[in-house]
Nanobody, 121 residues
């Protein structure tokens, strides 16, 4: 079974840093873009950052200059380094792979289970 597993969430003070990781496991042929979304109660899930296989990145305006997304293609893993965290960054963060190929021509859209990030003093 193919799945995305996140780790690295937790409680941090404003101005602090956290690093999220998301590893894809199972029978994986390849993964195109990977990314991170976040969601707070009563709000829609929003894109935080994404990265292509070639390393091209895209960020939400609210996190530009503070968050950095990266990936290790050999490990099928994507990371999100979050610096200068603010209370408004508090959310459940989800890893996302819109096209996770398990064969040459078959893919699924995969989401992780979510990891809580809380920024509070």
């Amino acid at each position: 079974q193919v799945q995305l597993v996140e780790s690295g969430g937790g409680l941090v003070q404003p101005g602090g840093s956290l690093r999220l990781s998301c590893a894809a496991s199972g029978s994986i042929f390849s993964i195109n873009a990977m990314g991170w979304y976040r969601q707070t109660p009563g709000k829609e899930r929003e894109m935080v950052a994404d990265i292509t296989t070639g390393g091209n990145t895209h960020y939400a305006d609210s996190v530009k200059g503070r968050f950095t997304i990266s990936r290790d293609n050999a490990k099928n893993t994507v990371y999100l380094q979050m610096n200068s965290l603010k209370p408004e960054d508090t959310a459940v963060y989800y890893c996302h792979a819109p096209r996770l190929y398990y064969t040459f021509s078959h893919y699924i859209e995969a989401w992780g289970q979510g990891t809580q990030v809380t920024v509070s003093s």
